[in-house]
């Protein structure tokens, strides 16, 4: 562990074996990290959320949840929850979804996902303030090994979201949601920049409007 001894290295990848990876995120320190791992590397992301990133994640949530409630898609939700296999991968993704027939196949109880186990999430988002060239490069891959059906990353910075659909380990640009049929991108663009100027009560109420079309 000589290697990873401190300071460590952190919001950046650092080649680290498994164990390592282990020894590092479940030491004391760390223990409000979010942590990656993925081809042989480690990820630990230590920097504070501030008001911009937090406010964008709760609308997100709000909106997909709001979405799916309408239109009567059965999901979970889950929050910064911890997916692992072991040995290979884990992630900690800002959202994720569990959605439709797959959409109780965690139960209660659980703590950290096993992918050996249960099935990965359907639906992944990443909340970008400052990790937009990483959410867009290595954890994106991570997310089609995983075999994520749909990733999104929301850029704080330029109130867009870039939307990948993923099919046999690759992904391209959508413009609407696949596994929330029905979800336009601009819908939800649109409520971030509405939510730079009123409250998320009044985007919510906005939101209701267009989804009940």
């Known amino acids: 562990m000589s290697k990873l001894q401190p300071p460590l290295l952190t919001d950046a990848w650092v080649t680290a074996t498994w164990a390592e990876y282990l020894q590092t995120i479940e030491a004391p320190v760390h223990d409000r990290a979010k942590g990656y791992y993925y081809n042989g590397q480690m990820r630990l992301e230590m920097l504070p959320v501030g008001s911009d990133h937090s406010r964008d994640h709760s609308l997100i949530l709000f909106a997909v949840n709001l979405f799916a409630t309408l239109r009567g898609i059965p999901f979970n939700a889950r929050d910064n929850c911890t997916y692992r296999k072991a040995g290979v991968q884990e992630c900690q993704p800002d959202l994720s979804y569990s959605i439709g027939d797959r959409s109780q196949m965690i139960p209660w109880g659980v703590n950290i996902v096993d992918l050996n186990q249960y099935p990965p999430p359907d639906l992944v988002i990443e909340i970008a303030k400052t990790?937009?060239?990483?959410?867009?490069?290595?954890?994106?891959?991570?997310?089609?090994?995983?075999?994520?059906?749909?990733?999104?990353?929301?850029?704080?910075?330029?109130?867009?979201?870039?939307?990948?659909?993923?099919?046999?380990?690759?992904?391209?640009?959508?413009?609407?949601?696949?596994?929330?049929?029905?979800?336009?991108?601009?819908?939800?663009?649109?409520?971030?920049?509405?939510?730079?100027?009123?409250?998320?009560?009044?985007v919510g109420a906005w939101l209701i409007t267009q989804f009940q079309q």
């Open 131 to 202: 990790t937009l060239l990483d959410d867009q490069g290595a954890k994106r891959l991570l997310y089609e090994d995983l075999n994520v059906r749909e990733y999104w990353i929301v850029d704080v910075e330029q109130v867009q979201i870039l939307a990948f659909e993923i099919i046999h380990r690759g992904s391209r640009r959508i413009d609407t949601s696949r596994v929330l049929s029905g979800l336009r991108m601009e819908w939800l663009e649109e409520a971030l920049q509405r939510s730079r100027s009123v409250d998320q009560s009044q």
